[in-house]
């Protein structure tokens, strides 16, 4: 009985062995599609303490642009809420309010001007197996990412909006995104796009969930002589933490506005 017993385990040794010699061996860096956990809220920080969310850090190098590139003025922002012709209203345009006062011009922020980068206003993202939204608090354009493989539109059946067409992966622990069909205009660091220009974007969270990277590469050869790349760093809303509430009428004209001076006394 013993020799049959320890034939039988030899057998079935034999048997898993053999058995473990077809099946499918793990492929290397599987576990670089884990699902990084970006729910929630995030609010972008200024490091360097200007306040100005549209540019960059001193210490980010500039795009280094083709000769033929350089060689097209930047683009502007063109008119609308708070605008004049893509410049700034002067102070006495600011006057030209109902109550024939003075007030500080926002820019407009009910135009829904969207956009890739966050400002200083918080954004919030929502992960699902087919999709991640990212949305911004106050009127402006979500960002939805699609995560099923789904390939880009045709740019000819793509009408290019301020958010574009965005596709997505997870890759060691961040989500990537890649998104084309985006308007033409400016991208920081003195950088420039077009509809058929590429944007790489990494979103990777820091060990403790905290704090998030974002690193942004613009890809284009007949903008730039090498891909545009920086980061930008945002931290997480703690608990306890909520959205502002927003509204947006554009029939009224104090949306253009965020200070209403007081009347001063004689």
């Given at each position: 009985?013993k020799?049959y017993?320890?034939?039988v ?9 053999v ?8 492929q ?16 972008r920080?200024?490091f360097t303490?200007?306040g100005n969310?549209n ?16 060689k ?8 609308g ?5 893509g410049?700034?209203l002067?102070?006495d345009?600011n006057?030209q ?12 922020g ?10 200083s ?6 992960q ?10 106050g ?6 990412i ?5 390939p880009?539109?045709p740019?000819?059946r793509?009408e ?32 420039r796009?077009?509809?058929e220009t ?5 979103y ?8 998030l ?42 949306q253009q ?10």
């Amino acid at each position: 009985m013993k020799i049959y017993t320890t034939t039988v385990v030899a057998g079935v040794g034999v048997l898993l062995l053999v058995g473990a010699a077809f099946l499918p061996a793990q492929q290397p860096g599987a576990a670089s599609t884990a699902k990084p956990d970006l729910e929630g809220g995030w609010v972008r920080i200024d490091f360097t303490g200007s306040g100005n969310y549209n540019g960059l850090n001193d210490s980010v190098a500039p795009a280094v642009l083709t000769p033929e590139a350089a060689k097209t003025p930047a683009p502007t922002r063109q008119g609308g809420p708070g605008r004049a012709g893509g410049r700034p209203l002067s102070f006495d345009e600011n006057r030209q309010h109902t109550t024939g006062e003075a007030y500080i011009v926002t820019g407009g922020g009910c135009s829904l001007p969207g956009g890739v980068e966050p400002n200083s206003s918080a954004f919030h993202v929502v992960q699902s197996n087919d999709e991640v939204l990212i949305v911004r608090e106050g009127p402006v354009m979500p960002r939805t990412i699609y995560m099923d493989g789904r390939p880009h539109p045709p740019l000819g059946r793509w009408e290019p909006t301020a958010t574009g067409h965005s596709v997505g992966r997870y890759e060691s622990g961040a989500l990537v995104i890649e998104t084309v069909g985006l308007t033409a205009g400016g991208v920081p660091g003195g950088g420039r796009r077009t509809p058929e220009t590429k944007l790489i974007e990494r979103y990777t969270p820091s060990a403790d969930g905290k704090r998030l990277t974002m690193q942004y590469t613009w890809d284009d050869p007949k903008i730039y002589q090498k891909p545009h790349t920086y980061q930008l760093m945002a931290e997480r809303v703690q608990g306890g933490g909520w959205a502002f509430e927003d509204w947006c009428d554009s029939s009224d004209p104090t949306q253009q506005q965020s200070i209403v001076p007081p009347k001063q006394l004689p």
